[in-house]
């Protein structure tokens, strides 16, 4: 494995910067905006600098007086842009919604943030409506990757402008959706951190949903525990870093089915060089196949995706209208192809998730299943521009294996785990069911902290 270099900061320690002094608040979003402004324009789709000012000032005078809202206050934060702000329109990463009413109330966790002090500093571009794993966005540009040699990469998608800010250290946090692997391909594709919830971790309030069923949400950073911290004030909690389990205490379970096909010799090699770690670190590994992954195959083979209906259902109305034609063409044909579907389909597919995720849940119990976030490391952006099959092809590739852990409710976490031959990066993702968080961030950070220490 090899080091990945980044730019990306760490939120734990800003927050210890603010603490003792040497980092104001005010200068600190003056210089994040200066940052901002200097940069790659496709990053951000608006910036909120009333707004930010006006809480870096406040945050300034608490500090001031020895009463910060909680250790992060004064941490900016950037949201993608499907997070209502108070006073704007959110756009979801399209033109055709700005005619909308801008939003009357911050979302649930847009106010968590700020009632923890934390600083808006603006909404991230995406995917248009997050309906893809690439990141490519004709409206707002397309966020350049940091990494790498040679022509310009994607940045992964949906939350493209959330992996590409927290990669530069332009944030030291940036919050997105993932319905299908939105923030875990963008932080393995970027080499930064990744947190996906399970689908109760978060409040969902005044966020635009792409599949109500299948959305899920949680931070990008720099490190895991900045994840860890963010993901606790966006649910209203006080932060508490969890105590790192013991490698020698944890138990994972590879999947040898789907997950390796058509995977680059450099994310094979990586992962099996931190499989290797693990192991020699005294954790308990075992490979098999996981009979869930080849159901679910089947499944959309037969009856299609469930993300396709339900996103046809929340864009019912507008992809039926005249503005239509202002929509991503390879978006909006994605999410009229759903209207081939039946409503058996449907059900049989809403059916036989409940079924999987319960036959999933009794067979890993509490094993950690491990595999890479990503087959492939970013490819070149122009290609995929000019050519609407490749687009397609490498779209589906990217999302595989993500897309699995949206299907069962898994929570997951993407760590970076070194780079390719052209100096992209690669990362591993770690996966529980439904509900063990905790025990998965807890895990997590003894495997990061592993993994950089191989990395260094």
């Known amino acids: 494995m090899s080091k990945i270099t980044k730019e990306s900061v760490s939120a734990v320690d800003m927050a210890a910067r603010l603490e003792e002094g040497s980092l104001c608040p005010v200068e600190l979003i003056e210089e994040t905006f200066a940052n901002i402004r200097s940069s790659d324009p496709a990053i951000f789709t608006e910036l909120l600098e009333e707004r930010a000012l006006k809480e870096a000032h406040a945050s300034k005078q608490r500090r001031h007086e020895g009463k910060p809202l909680s250790p992060w206050d004064g941490i900016p934060i ?17 033109v055709v919604l700005k005619s909308n009413a801008p939003a009357t109330h911050d979302a649930n966790m847009v106010a968590n943030a700020t009632q923890a002090g934390l600083v808006s500093i603006g909404c991230l571009n995406m995917t248009e409506f997050a309906y893809s794993g690439l990141g490519l966005n004709p409206h707002f540009g397309t966020p350049k990757n940091p990494h790498g040699t040679g022509p310009e990469r994607i940045p992964g998608g949906s939350s493209s402008g959330c992996g590409v800010a927290v990669a530069r250290g332009l944030v030291p946090l940036a919050i997105g959706s993932d319905t299908g692997g ?17 689908s109760v971790a978060f409040p969902t309030g005044g966020t635009l949903p792409l599949s109500p069923t299948l959305d899920t949400f949680g931070p990008l950073a720099a490190d895991l525990k900045s994840c860890i911290g963010a993901a606790q004030i966006l649910s209203g909690r006080a932060i508490v870093i969890p105590k790192p389990t013991p490698i020698n205490q944890l138990k994972f379970f590879i999947p040898n089915n789907v997950v390796f096909k058509n995977a680059q010799d450099a994310v094979i090699q990586n992962f099996e060089a931190s499989v290797r770690a693990l192991e020699q670190t005294g954790a308990t590994v075992t490979r098999g196949v996981c009979s869930e992954f080849d159901e679910i195959g089947a499944l959309a083979r037969e009856h299609g995706y469930l993300v ?18 202002q929509i991503d063409p390879r978006i909006l044909t994605r999410i009229l192809d759903a209207g081939d579907m039946s409503a058996r389909d449907l059900l049989v597919i809403q059916r036989e998730r409940a079924r999987l995720i319960e036959k999933n849940r009794q067979n890993l119990d509490k094993q950690i299943v491990l595999f890479p976030t990503t087959p492939i490391t970013a490819p070149e952006l122009k290609p995929l521009e000019e050519d609407d099959d490749l687009y397609l ?8 294996n993500t897309a699995l852990g949206n299907f069962l409710d898994w929570c997951g976490v993407a760590l970076p785990n070194g780079i390719d031959e052209n100096q992209m990066p690669t990362s591993i993702l770690l996966s529980m069911t439904s509900g063990r968080d905790s025990d998965l961030l807890a895990a997590a950070l003894s495997v990061e902290n592993m993994l950089s220490q191989n990395l260094s």
């Not at 939105?182 to 594709?189: D, E, F, Q, T, V």
């Not at 996103?311 to 109305?317: E, S």
């Not at 092809?393 to 595989?400: D, Q, S």
Request: aromatic share 6%; no cysteine; glycine share 12%.
């Open 393 to 400: 092809r490498t779209n589906k590739l990217m999302l595989r």
């Open 182 to 198: 939105s923030i875990r391909i963008p932080a393995g594709l970027n080499g930064i951190v990744g947190y996906k919830g399970s």
């Open 78 to 94: 950037a949201w993608k842009d499907l997070f209502d702000i108070k006073g704007r329109v959110t756009t979801a990463g399209s």
């Open 308 to 325: 396709g209906p339900e996103a046809l259902d929340v864009h019912w109305d507008l992809v039926h209208s005249a503005d239509a034609e």
